[in-house]
């Protein structure tokens, strides 16, 4: 318990502040578009915040440089999210 007390504010209201608007967009978008869609463009967005906190070092981790492979794997993330639109 004395350790959650030293947790950063940023934590709390950081996570629950993105984790209901990540619940909220896919409850909204999953109709509109379709699970695949939504999820991928999530997992896209999940993949881009880690390789930002990669590259600067953000929250304490290792630093990771991008490099070509890392941008790479990232468009063709991307690329899949907009491929999953086309019926």
């Given at each position: 318990m004395s350790a959650l007390a030293?947790?950063?504010?940023?934590v709390w209201a950081g996570g629950g502040l993105l984790g209901a608007f990540a619940v909220t967009a896919a409850l909204i978008g999953i109709p509109r578009v379709s699970a695949g869609i939504v999820i991928g463009a999530?997992?896209?967005?999940?993949?881009?915040?880690?390789?930002?906190?990669?590259?600067?070092?953000w929250l304490g981790v290792p630093?990771?440089?991008?490099?070509?492979?890392?941008?790479?794997?990232?468009?063709?993330?991307?690329?899949?999210?907009v491929l999953m639109q086309h019926k």
């Open positions: 030293g947790t950063p504010w940023w999530q997992v896209f967005g999940q993949l881009l915040a880690a390789v930002m906190i990669d590259h600067f070092g630093r990771v440089s991008l490099n070509p492979w890392r941008v790479a794997g990232a468009i063709g993330l991307f690329i899949s999210a």
